[in-house]
């Protein structure tokens, strides 16, 4: 299971509703969190929607439009006033730090991190120079086949887990024969960026896309200011076969619409489709019959 939480849905400049861009992405297997770009004021998010700094193991920032980093710089000395040890930072280049050093990598075209229970790729999008947009992806359960476990005891089990096989009279049951892996959460973060359908060139695939959605129709502007609309958002979901799309970055220039009025520019859509608010959070889970469900919490 996998839970989404939106610490700031705006766009460059923020409204009463919404604080600067930052997306928590919680893997409940382990307990990690990873945090996607920290505006400015991301602190105070982080203590109003209690998500503890401990908890927090690694930051990626997508590119380096203040929006998306001003809040770092806070964030880090936090850490270091509470003796509390840093996340791993993940940096699309240098940014100018007036305080003082802390470590970090920089972010490139590939895999960041491939631990025991999820992997994070990074990807460039098209913005400014060295964007990127993220693919979080839990890994894959094995589950048992019902019908091919019913004569099996506590015993078998153990040397299943143990040994990977178990001996029932004259034959030998391999875990591979009874089980099978269920698929894992593919998840799409395209930090900022135009609207670029060759993405899926690149990742192929996602079950749940959070695009960028500063402009809900207009198209020429989004084209100059390399951003996307709700619309193209919407494209791009159903080009990468997405069970869910969310839309985030939201111009403040829609801060008095409804959700509903935002939805509407899409038009129909097979899709579901969520715009994000701050404080928003989605739990996803893979089910048996191989759908996603997901629960929404504001
Ligand atoms: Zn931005
Ligand atoms: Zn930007």
Known sequence: MIEIQFLGTSSGIPSLTRNFPSISIKDLRSGDINLFDVGEGTQRQIL?????????????????????????????????????????????????????????????????????????????VKHMKNSYGFVFESKGIRKFIPERIKELNDRDFINL????????????????????????????????????????????????????????????????????????????ARLLGAKLLILTHISNKYESWRDEDITSKVGNSDIPIVVARDGMKITLKRMDSGNIEYNIKI
């Open 48 to 124: 109003r929607y209690g998500l503890g700094l401990g908890k927090i193991r690694r930051i990626f920032i997508s590119h380096l439009h203040i929006d998306h980093f001003l809040g770092l710089y806070g964030l880090v000395e936090t850490y270091k006033v509470y003796g509390i040890e840093l996340p791993e930072i993940y940096l699309p280049d240098r940014i100018p730090y007036i305080a003082s050093e802390f470590p970090f990598k920089f972010i490139r075209a590939r895999t960041l991190v491939d631990s025991e229970n999820y992997r994070i790729d990074a990807f460039r």
């Open 161 to 236: 887990k143990s040994k990977g096989y178990t001996i029932k009279g004259d034959n030998i049951v391999k875990i591979d024969e009874i089980t099978y892996i269920q698929a894992g959460i593919r998840i799409l973060y395209t930090g900022d960026s135009m609207f670029y359908p060759d993405l899926v060139n690149i990742i192929e695939h996602a079950d749940v896309v959070i695009h960028d959605s500063t402009f809900l129709d207009e198209d020429k502007e989004a084209k100059d200011k390399k951003h996307s609309t709700a619309l193209q958002a919407r494209e791009m």
